[in-house]
């Protein structure tokens, strides 16, 4: 470590963990603590958390908004690559992890701080995003992962906690473990744990259980501007907004739940509920408008590079070269990627009913099998004669 530093940058939840982590980081380590909770969306109470980690000990405490770099520089890339993990996990925590690390980095050289601490576990994959990230922004920062190492129960942190006046949770907790930001959110543990059993209802938070959600459907009109969500029936506004208003409107009807087997990086497979109803919504819209705009080999070509976006990130890579050569390429493809798709929700379900654009690649004079046609039917023999010479020449040979 840098001589004459003692503090570390503590990514702080304010959940028991990371409570406990800024006086065990103290006794272990003796290190002074400045606690860093970002906001990425979907948070509250954030003050109160930032004042709790300076009670427990921390010497600095800060609430960073992250909400419009998480829409702008995380979320947007997500949706040019309609990016989903196993095609399904729309990467939320995958895709705050990078940002966070960034946050951390940025705080640690402000302070003087040589290392940055973060709390996550050895059994997952946001420890891996983490260290990962960290690595790529500044590999000369020590990297502490406390929860990794103090090998403690849930039952010993708490003990570890009350011998220290950190406040523990008093009201019966949510057996849930819950990450959650502007691009959705992700449960694990308690119930969850066994594949066979139904997330029960407590599971959820912003998706109506389909079978109490409206008897009558609802469209909705998304605007896309150069691949960017812009306006909601017409309606302009900020990404932030719209895609929290988006996930309401969609979570309202039931749709946007998620349950699934995944395969962790680190080996494991576990399962996962999510609830994305936004997420889902957008990067449904979004494929559409580009299967209209996009021409055929470049569609079929991104479809490809999309799963090794989801990868990457996934995996913990969003700082590698590679990515930033993925998002160059994306950026490129959404250039006439503008237009209107109508969504329609109905019970748990989430159609698309109708798109246009002014880049619109469709021809109805092409595609049409009533008068005006204007495809060249004579051209169309000669273009099969010589696309199945191969296979002609082959069958000869037999
Ligand atoms: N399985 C998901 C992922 O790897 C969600 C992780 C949620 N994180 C958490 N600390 N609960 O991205």
Known sequence: ??????????????????????????????????????DAGRASGLEDLRKKALSIGAVESYVVDAKDEFAHDFVLPAVAANALYEERYPLVSALSRPLISKILVEVAHKSGAASVAHGCTAKGNDQVRFDLGIRSLDPSLEILAPAREWGMTREQSMEYAAARGIPVPLKKESPFSVDENLWGRAVECGPLEDPRVEPPEDAFEVTMDPADAPDEPEHVEITFDAGEPVALDGREMPLLNLVSQMDILAGSHGYGRVDMVENRLVGIKSREVYEVPGALALITAHRELEDLTLPREL????????????????????????????????????????????????????????????????????????????????????????????????????
Not at 21 to 33: G, N, R
Request: hydrophobic residues 40%; charged residues 20%.
């Open 299 to 398: 569609s079929h070509f991104k479809r490809g590079l999309e799963q090794k976006f989801a990868d990457m990130t996934y995996y913990g890579g969003w700082y590698d070269p590679l990515m930033d050569a993925i998002r160059a390429f994306m950026a490129e493809t959404q250039k006439r990627v503008s237009g209107t798709v109508v969504l329609k929700f109905y019970k748990g379900s989430c159609s698309m009913v109708g798109r246009t654009s002014p880049h619109s690649l469709y021809d109805v004079n092409l595609a049409t099998y009533s008068s005006g046609d204007a495809f060249s039917h004579e051209a169309a023999k000669g273009f099969c004669e010589l696309w199945g010479l191969p296979l002609e020449v082959w069958a000869r040979k037999g």
């Open 1 to 38: 470590m840098m001589s004459g530093s003692k503090k570390t940058v503590l990514a702080y939840s304010g959940g028991l963990d990371t409570s406990v982590m800024i006086a065990w980081l103290k006794e272990k380590h003796d290190l002074d603590v400045v606690a860093v909770l970002v």
